[in-house]
T-cell receptor, first 111, second 113 residues
Framework: QKEVEQNSGPLSVPEGAIASLNCTYS??????FFWYRQYSGKSPELIMSIYSNGDKEDGRFTAQLNKASQYVSLLIRDSQPSDSATYLCAVNRGSNYQLIWGAGTKLIIKP | DGGITQSPKYLFRKEGQNVTLSCEQNLNHDAMYWYRQDPGQGLRLIYYSQIVNDFQKGDIAEGYSVSREKKESFPLTVTSAQKNPTAFYLCASSTLTVSYEQYFGPGTRLTVT
């Protein structure tokens, strides 16, 4: 079992719809959870961080965390073509500051 | 502007040559990291450092070396012992608070032929 798992996609979503990206992790001691966006050929960019159970909203983005189910998700409302990218989920390793990375989900927003 | 710089953006080397990738940050972050990314894959940790003159191996340290002589700088050397060095190399930094948010430089794309 991988430490952080994501569906590789591609996930195709019509423009204006909600895109839902999912991530599961194996380390129950993890405390910090992140979503990064990576455009092709570019470096990852932090878009959301979440540390406690529940929802955290920032503009069109909502991160959801469920520690009991070891599950973190990212919702993108009113999806735009500029949201087309690979989304990486990262989780800290136990109480350590190292991050463990999923392989990413490729998201395609169709105009 | 605060940020992380990496140079060069593209690097071409012949097999058997060592090459050093530069990473500098002015965010006053204590921790710095080097990752490798291969096509269609996630990030794999090569080395990390949380303090000057100290660093630890990550998951794929073989064939790589680093130094941390200044807080702002964390250069990575890809040695001839690295079997498949062609990859996208990413440098990141973070504070050591509970947030652990990492911020990335633009990356160096290394091609070895």
């Amino acid at each position: 079992q991988k430490e952080v798992e994501q569906n590789s996609g591609p996930l195709s979503v019509p423009e204006g719809a909600i895109a839902s990206l999912n991530c599961t992790y194996s380390d129950r001691g993890s405390q910090s959870f992140f979503w990064y966006r990576q455009y092709s050929g570019k470096s990852p960019e932090l878009i959301m961080s979440i540390y406690s159970n529940g929802d955290k909203e920032d503009g069109r983005f909502t991160a959801q965390l469920n520690k009991a189910s070891q599950y973190v998700s990212l919702l993108i409302r009113d999806s735009q073509p500029s949201d087309s990218a690979t989304y990486l989920c990262a989780v800290n390793r136990g109480s350590n500051y190292q991050l463990i990375w999923g392989a990413g989900t490729k998201l395609i927003i169709k105009p | 502007d605060g940020g992380i710089t990496q140079s060069p953006k593209y690097l071409f080397r012949k097999e058997g040559q060592n090459v050093t990738l530069s990473c500098e940050q002015n965010l006053n972050h204590d921790a710095m990291y080097w990752y490798r990314q291969d096509p269609g894959q996630g990030l794999r940790l090569i080395y990390y450092s949380q303090i000057v003159n100290d660093f630890q191996k990550g998951d794929i340290a073989e064939g790589y070396s680093v130094s941390r002589e200044k807080k702002e700088s964390f250069p990575l050397t890809v040695t001839s012992a690295q079997k498949n060095p062609t990859a996208f190399y990413l440098c990141a930094s973070s504070t050591l608070t509970v947030s652990y948010e990492q911020y990335f430089g633009p990356g160096t794309r290394l091609t070895v032929t």
